[in-house]
């Protein structure tokens, strides 16, 4: 039972992580790319720098274009690089 409900919160936290950024590129049927920028501190030099990484996000209505801030959250596996859909 215990080990249980640890599998449940593991993937309800899992489920509930989202992200912020910025359609880069709306190009491919139903799929979006989502550019998320994040600043990270170096450390060595303690300066802070901007970091950005592009996600595969499903979207099914074909409804978001460049330019659109959207939120997105993580989900099963839809292809092989698609893990992501907009909310």
Avoid at 11 to 33: C, Q, W, Y
Avoid at 36 to 45: A, D, E, G, I, S
């Amino acid at each position: 039972m215990k080990q249980d409900n640890k599998e449940k919160k593991k993937a309800e936290e899992k489920k509930n992580r989202t992200l912020k950024g910025v359609v880069v590129s709306d190009k491919i049927d139903k799929t979006i790319v989502v550019a998320v920028n994040r600043l990270k501190l170096h450390p060595k030099y303690k300066k802070k720098y901007k970091v950005t990484k592009k996600y595969k996000v499903h979207d099914e209505k074909n409804e978001f274009h460049i330019g659109d801030k959207v939120t997105i959250v993580e989900c099963r596996p839809l292809s092989k690089d698609k893990r992501w859909k907009v909310i």
